[in-house]
Structures are given as structure tokens and as C-alpha cells.
């Protein structure tokens, strides 16, 4: 539960760290097969294929998992259902709803597509995010998908082909 809480204040702090690695203009991503080949990373029970152009890095901040690339990050946090009595009956839909609570996003409501609930969040510093979760066997995974807010209607459709290929164990 503390983590859920932390969420936001770690989340700043990434996109502060963040923005100090991509470039002043961002690329414009025209169509999927410009941003790379096809690579499936995997880390603390979650895959994800995202593309050749993204490298993991150690997260300095906590995030079991963080890959970036010149464009965008991406971020997991992985939630044992251990951290709080009833998580593990809580739906996709219940995680993400106390998540927004718990980090004071009562001006937005959560979204699903094709099985998929997520939110997005406009932050400070001119980015933007977009935070997946997913229920596993034994815990919740956050999957954070960030950019400048001025490549969000460029980027939307790649971080939600990515957000489907997310497998959780």
C-alpha cells in the first residue's frame, strides 16, 4: 500500500530524470515500423514488447522495471497482493480506481479498452502518462508509459499496442 501511495511522488521524480534524457524536440514517430524492430523484454514476472530502440536501465528510484529510448519511458511497478488485506480480490478495474484515490487523481476517471483499464494523467513539466495495470497470480502491475505531452496524440496508439502485448505471471 505504501508503494500505491509513493506512486506519484516517484512518478515526478522519474519524469524530472526523465526529461533530462530526451532531446528538446521530440522525433515525430510517423508509423510503428519507423520506431524499431520487435523486442520482448521481460523482468519481475512481466514481458512486454516494446522495440530494438528502447534500453533497460536500473531505476534509481524504486520501479521494478525502466526502459527509455529517445522518444518515451516506460516504467513498472509491480504491487504484491501481500501489501494490503483484500488486494487479491480486487478487480483491474477496483486497483486502478484506489490507485488514482490513493495519489489524489480525483479529477480524472479510469478507462477500458479491450480489457484494459488505465488512466492518463497530464503532468508537470509539459509530459504525459499513461498507466496500465494488470492482475497477476500473486501481485498488481502499474505499466507507465510516458512522453512530452506535445507527442501524446502521436504516440497513443503505440503505447497501447505495447500496453496489449504486457503478459503478467
Same mark, same amino acid.
Given at each position: ?23 528538446? =524536440? %521530440?522525433? $515525430? ?19 512486454? +514488447? ?36 483484500? %488486494? ?7 486497483? $486502478? &480506481? &484506489? $490507485?488514482?484515490?490513493? &495519489?489524489?487523481? +480525483? ?5 477500458? =479498452?479491450?480489457?484494459? !483499464?488505465?488512466?492518463? +494523467?497530464?503532468? *508537470?513539466?509539459? &509530459?504525459? @502518462?499513461?498507466?496500465? *495495470?494488470? =492482475? ?6 502499474? $505499466? ?17 499496442? !505495447?500496453?496489449? *502485448?504486457?503478459? @503478467?505471471?
Amino acid at each position: 500500500m505504501r508503494r500505491i501511495i509513493l506512486l506519484s511522488t516517484v512518478l515526478l521524480l522519474l519524469l524530472g530524470s526523465l526529461c533530462g534524457c530526451l532531446p528538446k =524536440k %521530440m522525433m $515525430v514517430i510517423p508509423d510503428e515500423e519507423s520506431i524499431g524492430e520487435a523486442k520482448t523484454f521481460e523482468k519481475e514476472g512481466l514481458t512486454i +514488447t516494446l522495440t530494438d530502440e528502447f534500453v533497460e536501465q536500473e531505476s534509481q528510484l524504486g520501479f521494478d522495471a525502466y526502459y527509455v529510448t529517445d522518444f518515451c519511458g516506460v516504467v513498472v511497478l509491480k504491487e504484491e497482493f501481500s501489501l494490503k488485506e483484500g %488486494m487479491a480480490e480486487e478487480s483491474p478495474e477496483e486497483y $486502478v &480506481n &484506489n $490507485v488514482m484515490k490513493n &495519489n489524489g487523481h +480525483t479529477d480524472i476517471t479510469a478507462q477500458h =479498452k479491450d480489457g484494459l !483499464w488505465f488512466y492518463e +494523467t497530464p503532468s *508537470s513539466g509539459g &509530459n504525459f @502518462v499513461r498507466s496500465y *495495470s494488470y =492482475k497477476g497470480s500473486d501481485a498488481f502491475y502499474i $505499466v507507465q508509459f510516458i512522453c512530452r505531452a506535445s507527442d501524446a496524440e502521436t504516440l497513443g496508439d503505440t503505447f497501447y499496442l !505495447w500496453a496489449q *502485448s504486457v503478459k @503478467v505471471k
